[in-house]
């Protein structure tokens, strides 16, 4: 049976069977390192939580204050016991207790395979630029610590989803202050399913560029500094539109009309189905609209199911029409 537990400072007598559970992966850097005295006292002011198989001890999750924010740290589970829900349980049980006790930002630094845990419990990938400084402290004797910020880390925030601000501008360049942070959020929307793209720092800078040229919009979405979405749009006249799709037939509803495409709308994990999706679009739509776009000439495309749902709520219809080169993605128009 499970048993996870606060640890006390009666606890100090596991301290070898703890240092032993972790020390290897200490010594991979798949854990940042801690000796046997911060061990110790995390423990005794109850900054660790343990996990318990019967009388065995089995893992463990530890959290740090930095004064500003609060980082989950040294999540680990036996080898034998993994891949059957302890670790969610630990994070699920450390973030709690975190949630309740404490009003501070719940932060933390996931490798790959911790990762799901954390943006499970609603935590958003964050770029690293904007980590508290004071947490680099524990990457020291990291194997990567030269690296950073390119590690094998991702950094996570718990991002407040209720106040969001939508502001809406015509030029995102590098003056802007979300300028880096777009740039972070962009390459990194489009990795999952069923995108699988891989976009680097250089070519979203690229393709951010590819703006200049345009009659643009930019939407975004930001809380407490921090960038959550974005939605992007642009003026289309019918070739343009055309070449978009690399499809010779395109829309010919466009003739004589002013059309606008909305190239991009996107939400970080952990602030998805909240509502943000749709108040970017439905502004894009509404400042589109307000620029001279008529119904029924505000144009996308998608894949994704969850955008399908956006774009029908917000009254576009899916059309017939494939994309030249991408022949999952239809295009939507608004009605
Ligand atoms: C990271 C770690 C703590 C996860 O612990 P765990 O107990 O295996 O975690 P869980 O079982 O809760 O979840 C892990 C995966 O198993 C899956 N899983 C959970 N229950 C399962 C089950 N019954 N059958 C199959 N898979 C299951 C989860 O969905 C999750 O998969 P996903 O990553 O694809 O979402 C563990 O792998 C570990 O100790 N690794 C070494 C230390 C480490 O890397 N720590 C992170 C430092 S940042």
Redesign the pocket.
């Known amino acids: 049976m499970l048993l996870v537990r606060q640890g006390t400072q009666f606890d100090k007598e596991l301290l070898p069977e703890l240092m032993a559970l972790v020390s290897s992966?200490m010594e991979k850097s798949?854990?940042a390192k801690k000796t046997a005295i911060e061990m110790t006292n995390d423990l005794e002011d109850g900054k660790i939580f343990l996990a318990f198989w019967k009388e065995e001890l089995i893992?463990l999750v530890s959290y740090h204050d930095w004064n500003q924010c609060i980082e989950i740290?040294?999540?680990?589970?036996?080898d034998d016991?993994?891949?059957?829900?302890?670790?969610?349980?630990?994070a699920k049980t450390v973030y709690h207790f975190l949630k309740k006790t404490s009003k501070k930002r719940i932060v933390v630094?996931?490798?790959n395979?911790?990762k799901?845990?954390f943006l499970?419990l609603g935590l958003s990938p964050i770029d690293k630029a904007l980590m508290n400084p004071k947490m680099r402290c524990a990457c020291h004797g990291c194997a990567e610590e030269d690296q950073f910020p390119v590690c094998h880390?991702h950094y996570l925030e718990k991002v407040d989803g209720q106040n969001i601000v939508i502001e809406v501008t015509d030029q995102l360049n590098l003056d802007h202050r979300f300028y880096n942070q777009y740039l972070y959020l962009y390459k990194n929307m489009w990795t999952d399913a069923p995108w699988f793209e891989t976009w680097t720092l250089q070519s979203t800078i690229e393709e951010l560029r590819t703006y200049d040229d345009k009659q643009a919009l930019f939407v975004l979405a930001h809380n407490d500094d921090r960038l959550v979405g974005f939605c992007t749009g642009y003026f289309v006249e019918k070739k343009e539109m055309r070449e978009i799709a690399k499809h010779e037939q395109f829309n010919p509803v466009l003739d004589g009309y002013i059309g606008f495409y909305v190239a991009e709308v996107g939400v970080v994990r952990g602030l998805r189905e909240q509502g943000i999706g749709l108040k970017l679009l439905q502004s894009m739509m509404a400042k589109a609209r307000q620029r001279g776009v008529r119904t029924p000439l505000i144009i996308s495309r998608t894949k994704a199911p969850e955008s399908e749902y956006l774009f029908a709520t917000c009254g576009l219809s899916k059309t017939k029409i494939a994309d030249g080169g991408d022949p999952q993605r239809f295009y939507w128009v608004s009605r």
């Open positions: 992966e798949v854990l893992g740290m040294t999540i680990f589970v036996k016991f993994r891949r059957r829900g302890i670790g969610a349980y630990l630094m996931p490798n395979s911790s799901s845990l499970n880390c």
